[in-house]
């Protein structure tokens, strides 16, 4: 295998990247220049390495002297809304409309697997639930 096809593979592996897209963004990650792929390169390892998840949320932030991110160390409304990703997350946060808590749990729970508990953050759930890190909570809101 040639080194566009290991390309192709490693961006096949992202979300949404089928076979076709991945060999056009390896060709074009190819004829782009050194300085673009050492750029790109750089910016994904510090975003790895810059990156922790909120202990109460579970979302992925940039990290910061607490441990809890951006959202979470606001006083917000005493609603906890139960999301499947970040990027859900990210898309109900930049409409305004809503002011409470979050839960990312990691994707959906996959019911044909044998442990699809393994998959998901129900546990993780269940223990901040379990121990009242969200006071008073009037309401919970499953958006899937």
């Known amino acids: 295998m040639n080194e566009i096809h290991t390309l192709a593979d490693y961006i096949r592996e992202l979300p949404g990247i089928g076979p076709r897209q991945a060999k056009r963004l390896a060709y074009y990650l190819v004829r782009r220049s050194d300085d673009y792929a050492i750029k790109l390169s750089e910016s994904i390892r510090k975003a790895r390495s810059n990156t922790v998840t909120c202990t ?3 979302r992925l932030y940039t990290k910061t002297n607490s441990s809890l991110c951006d959202i979470c160390g606001k006083q917000r409304d005493n609603v ?3 999301l ?3 990027t859900d997350l990210d898309h109900v ?6 002011h409470g808590y979050y839960f990312v749990l990691g994707g959906t729970v996959p019911i044909l697997e044998k442990e699809p508990e393994k998959k998901v953050r129900i546990h993780r759930l269940k223990s901040i639930l379990e121990s009242k890190i969200y006071l008073d909570l009037e309401e919970i809101i499953f958006a899937f």
């Open 84 to 86: 499947p990703s970040d």
């Open 56 to 58: 109460k949320c579970q």
């Open 80 to 82: 906890l809304m139960i």
């Open 93 to 98: 946060e930049k409409t305004g409309a809503y």
